[in-house]
């Protein structure tokens, strides 16, 4: 084995790169051999800070350093280090006092060698090595200190590909585990919206049994009730799944519902005062859903950490409307304001006022480009008890507006009982509760409910009888709504039409592949019953006339 000098400090270096050390300690190690090799009287470490344009002295060896001497900061391309951090090419000063491009840190340095670490086709830093009489060092010093420079340069890199390899590798585990509580989630959403589903309807046909005053408040209460707890499943839902880049025309008001809904307890709980007023119209806006709602609890979050600090009650305010071809949507709070000097940096990335370990900065840098890239614009103004960000999308060609008229018509008053009843009706449901309330729904609207509990005995009630719609849950043990679907299709190509599909569980991926290739209508559950009476609705009209 070879037994040099320069020998030895390459298999030290390369022990050190091997097993892994701080690429700190690496430098230190290349330092201390490659002054001990040239015989210098100073050596140092400079890193460059391309930011400011400065070169910082961070490792040193020798006698003779001062806290001013290693203080020292050079420009980039200031003095020989600073010539060789610009040009990124070894230089060999043979004698300082001839050469004019000469930083005198040390008075008693009489040559002086620069040789660049690069990494990546960037300079990364230097190794500098001052000796005191001229010709201290040759090119054979030179030769040797390069390549203990490229062995720091590979220490480097093999740090920073880690670096980024462990970040990945973050990355992915904190992608699967996001992953995996969507799943988790979505299967709870579905156990938990099946019974409200029974719960709901249960309440609705007491409803249309017309029970007393007393009766009908317990009842409003248990529907109203009902719909809030769908309503923060739905949102929990949306807010988990996977982030879809799929852009979708949505309304205004159905984008704020959701965001003010998953902040509304968390405010209450702080003695937060939340007012969120929709619009008359629900403007429709083309978006992500969740990059906007991302954005909206950003803007939540902030109003709400603002009015922590102050000892007065705080109040939240949503608003929307329409301002010709943009819709817009404010959030204000009324706390004490953003100060003028910052006004102009809080969309700058990383940019933060709260305290270390309390925000990265992104928020509201993220909130701009979302915003940005859906073609709209994100501002703010503030003065001390006011402080509002206003947010501007450009409505959506669309030529319907979107509306949530369906849920707000009143439940269909039961036809008086006539010997020919409208129509025919199977009901497919794993949920007991679920089939026996929609089928007395059914009955009560004069129409002929059958039911099944599964894919495969729907499909001899089938054989059996003809009916004008099917309604069918999606997610089944045995045969599912999907393959009954085409079996039914196969059966009667009209079936392909008349079925109306309802799921507790609409966010999964080959749910909505399946849903979206559908040329009829799928309901969330649970869903009001006027809503699965207007969808019923055109295929029992021509039995009007029979």
């Known amino acids: 084995m070879d037994s040099t000098p320069v020998a030895i400090a390459i298999r030290e270096v390369l022990t050190a790169i091997r097993q892994r050390k701080q690429v700190e300690e690496i430098l230190e190690m290349v330092l201390s051999h490659a002054s001990g090799l040239g015989a210098a009287a100073h050596g140092s470490i400079v890193t460059i800070d391309y930011n400011s344009q400065k070169l910082l002295i961070t490792s040193i060896r020798g006698e003779g350093w001062t806290l001013e001497t290693q203080m020292c900061q050079l420009s980039l391309g200031e003095g020989l280090t600073g010539h060789v951090a610009l040009t990124g090419r070894p230089y060999l000063c043979a004698d300082t006092r001839f050469d004019p491009n000469y930083y005198p840190l040390f008075d008693n340095v009489r040559c002086e060698l620069i040789v660049p670490i690069i990494v990546e086709d960037k300079v990364w830093g ?54 995996s509580l969507g ?37 409003n209460a248990i529907v109203l009730e009902s719909k809030r707890t769908a309503d923060l499943v739905k949102n929990l839902l949306a807010f988990s799944r996977k982030e879809s880049k799929r852009r ?15 902040k509304r307890y968390q405010l209450r709980v702080n003695n937060i005062q939340l007012i969120s007023e929709p ?50 949507i404010t959030v204000s709070d009324n706390g004490d304001g953003i100060p003028a000097h910052v006004m102009p940096f809080i969309f ?17 840098s993220i909130a701009h480009t979302l915003i940005e890239n859906h073609g709209g614009t994100i501002s703010a103004r503030s003065e001390p008890g006011k402080t509002v960000f206003n947010i501007e999308l450009p409505v959506a060609r669309s030529p319907q507006m979107v509306s949530d008229s369906r849920e707000t018509q009143p439940l269909p008053t039961p036809p008086a009982r006539r010997s020919k009843r409208l129509g025919r009706v199977l009901v497919v449901d794993d949920e007991v509760a679920i089939c026996d309330a929609l089928c007395e729904f059914l009955d009560l609207q004069n129409i002929t409910a059958d039911k099944a509990n599964d894919g495969h005995d729907a499909l001899k009630l089938l054989a059996q009888n003809r009916y004008d719609a099917i309604i069918s849950d ?8 999907p393959q009954l679907y085409e079996r039914a299709s196969a059966m009667q190509p009209a079936y392909r039409t008349r079925f109306l599909f309802m799921s507790g569980d609409l966010v999964r991926e080959n749910t909505q592949s399946f849903v979206s290739s559908l040329p009829c209508a799928c309901l969330s559950k649970p869903f009001p019953l006027q809503v699965l009476f207007q969808h019923l609705k055109p295929h029992l009209d021509h039995f009007s006339s029979r």
Do not use: W
């Open 126 to 179: 230097l190794i500098n090595l001052d000796g005191l009489e001229p010709d201290a060092f040759d090119e054979s010093t030179l030769s040797t200190v390069a390549l203990l420079a490229e062995l720091a340069a590979f220490a480097i890199k093999l740090r920073i590909d880690l670096t980024e390899q462990e970040r990945l590798q973050r990355h992915l585990i904190q992608s699967e585990k996001l992953a």
């Open 348 to 364: 700058d990335p990383f940019f933060t006022t709260k305290n270390l370990g309390e925000g990265t900065g992104l928020g509201l």
């Open 183 to 219: 799943e988790t989630i979505a299967g709870i959403a579905h156990e938990i919206n099946n019974p409200l589903t029974s719960i709901l309807t249960n309440a609705q046909l007491l409803a249309l049994r017309r029970g007393g005053p007393s009766d009908e408040a317990s009842i």
């Open 474 to 481: 999606i997610r089944m043990p045995g045969l599912d709504g």
């Open 279 to 328: 619009c008359e119209i629900s403007h429709p806006v083309l978006v992500t859903a969740q990059q906007m709602q991302q954005v909206l609890l950003n803007l939540l979050n902030n109003a709400e950490q603002a009015l922590s600090k102050i000892d007065r009650q705080g109040v939240i305010r949503v608003d929307a409307g329409r301002r010709g071809d943009r819709v817009y």
């Open 248 to 262: 979708e025309v949505i309304g205004v008001n159905e984008l704020i519902k959701q965001a003010v809904n998953l």
